[in-house]
Protein backbone atom coordinates (compact mmCIF):
# COMPACT_ATOMS: atom_id res chain seq x y z
CA UNK A 1 0.00 0.00 0.00
CA UNK A 2 1.21 3.72 -0.76
CA UNK A 3 -0.15 6.97 0.93
CA UNK A 4 0.47 9.73 -1.36
CA UNK A 5 0.29 13.26 -0.09
CA UNK A 6 0.79 16.52 -2.16
CA UNK A 7 1.77 19.93 -1.08
CA UNK A 8 2.85 23.53 -2.27
CA UNK A 9 -0.32 24.58 -4.40
CA UNK A 10 -1.31 27.82 -4.05
CA UNK A 11 -2.67 31.50 -5.46
CA UNK A 12 -0.32 32.83 -8.16
CA UNK A 13 -0.60 35.54 -10.66
CA UNK A 14 -0.77 34.39 -14.43
CA UNK A 15 2.83 34.03 -15.81
CA UNK A 16 3.95 32.65 -12.26
CA UNK A 17 5.42 29.49 -11.28
CA UNK A 18 4.70 26.67 -8.47
CA UNK A 19 6.53 23.66 -7.79
CA UNK A 20 4.12 20.62 -5.99
CA UNK A 21 5.43 18.09 -4.47
CA UNK A 22 4.02 14.51 -3.77
CA UNK A 23 5.45 12.61 -0.73
CA UNK A 24 4.79 8.91 -0.70
CA UNK A 25 4.66 6.74 2.69
CA UNK A 26 7.28 3.87 1.50
CA UNK A 27 9.96 3.91 -1.28
CA UNK A 28 9.51 4.39 -4.42
CA UNK A 29 12.28 2.97 -6.10
CA UNK A 30 10.65 -0.42 -7.78
CA UNK A 31 7.09 2.16 -8.56
CA UNK A 32 7.36 2.48 -12.61
CA UNK A 33 4.63 4.86 -13.07
CA UNK A 34 3.94 7.70 -11.05
CA UNK A 35 2.30 10.87 -11.94
CA UNK A 36 0.32 14.24 -12.13
CA UNK A 37 -3.39 14.84 -12.59
CA UNK A 38 -5.84 17.67 -12.51
CA UNK A 39 -9.57 18.14 -11.92
CA UNK A 40 -11.01 21.63 -13.13
CA UNK A 41 -14.18 22.32 -11.57
CA UNK A 42 -17.33 20.98 -13.44
CA UNK A 43 -14.50 19.06 -16.17
CA UNK A 44 -13.10 15.15 -15.70
CA UNK A 45 -9.77 14.72 -14.48
CA UNK A 46 -7.14 14.86 -16.70
CA UNK A 47 -3.46 13.54 -17.38
CA UNK A 48 -0.80 16.30 -16.82
CA UNK A 49 2.51 14.23 -17.00
CA UNK A 50 4.04 10.95 -16.16
CA UNK A 51 7.20 9.71 -15.32
CA UNK A 52 8.72 6.22 -15.45
CA UNK A 53 11.26 4.94 -13.05
CA UNK A 54 13.88 5.20 -15.95
CA UNK A 55 12.63 8.78 -16.19
CA UNK A 56 10.51 8.57 -19.54
CA UNK A 57 8.67 11.27 -19.80
CA UNK A 58 5.27 12.20 -21.09
CA UNK A 59 2.96 15.72 -20.93
CA UNK A 60 -0.49 16.62 -21.94
CA UNK A 61 -0.06 18.76 -25.12
CA UNK A 62 -1.67 21.69 -23.05
CA UNK A 63 1.26 21.79 -20.79
CA UNK A 64 4.46 20.60 -22.71
CA UNK A 65 7.22 23.11 -22.68
CA UNK A 66 5.81 25.14 -19.40
CA UNK A 67 5.85 21.77 -16.95
CA UNK A 68 8.72 19.79 -15.85
CA UNK A 69 8.26 16.29 -13.93
CA UNK A 70 10.73 14.73 -11.91
CA UNK A 71 11.55 12.13 -9.32
CA UNK A 72 14.08 11.84 -6.40
CA UNK A 73 13.68 8.37 -5.24
CA UNK A 74 15.99 8.84 -2.18
CA UNK A 75 13.62 11.51 -1.12
CA UNK A 76 10.64 9.12 -2.01
CA UNK A 77 9.31 12.26 -3.70
CA UNK A 78 7.20 13.50 -7.44
CA UNK A 79 7.83 16.89 -7.83
CA UNK A 80 5.66 19.06 -10.81
CA UNK A 81 7.63 22.26 -11.48
CA UNK A 82 4.92 24.92 -13.36
CA UNK A 83 6.27 27.22 -15.37
CA UNK A 84 4.36 30.15 -17.76
CA UNK A 85 0.93 28.98 -15.40
CA UNK A 86 -2.53 30.28 -16.91
CA UNK A 87 -5.77 30.41 -15.56
CA UNK A 88 -6.49 27.62 -17.37
CA UNK A 89 -3.97 25.94 -15.37
CA UNK A 90 -6.71 26.38 -12.59
CA UNK A 91 -7.37 23.14 -10.95
CA UNK A 92 -6.94 20.30 -7.93
CA UNK A 93 -3.62 18.54 -8.78
CA UNK A 94 -3.44 14.82 -7.44
CA UNK A 95 -0.57 12.57 -7.43
CA UNK A 96 -0.46 9.18 -8.28
CA UNK A 97 0.86 6.00 -9.06
CA UNK A 98 0.02 2.58 -10.17
CA UNK A 99 1.92 -0.09 -7.90
CA UNK A 100 1.18 -3.84 -7.50
CA UNK A 101 -1.91 -3.71 -9.69
CA UNK A 102 -3.65 -0.71 -7.89
CA UNK A 103 -4.11 2.44 -8.59
CA UNK A 104 -3.21 5.42 -5.78
CA UNK A 105 -4.32 8.92 -5.40
CA UNK A 106 -3.12 11.48 -3.17
CA UNK A 107 -6.13 14.09 -1.10
CA UNK A 108 -5.04 17.09 -4.08
CA UNK A 109 -3.38 20.36 -3.95
CA UNK A 110 -5.40 23.31 -5.39
CA UNK A 111 -3.78 25.93 -7.65
CA UNK A 112 -5.40 28.60 -8.71
CA UNK A 113 -3.98 31.23 -11.26
CA UNK A 114 -5.19 34.66 -11.70
CA UNK A 115 -5.51 36.78 -14.53
Known amino acids: QVQLVESGGGLVQAGGSLRLSCAAS????????MGWYRQAPGKQRELVAT???????NYADSVKGRFTISRDNAKNTVYLQMNSLKPEDTAVYYCNCYSGGLNYWGQGTQVTVSS
Open 26 to 33: RNIFSINA
Open 51 to 57: ITSDRIT
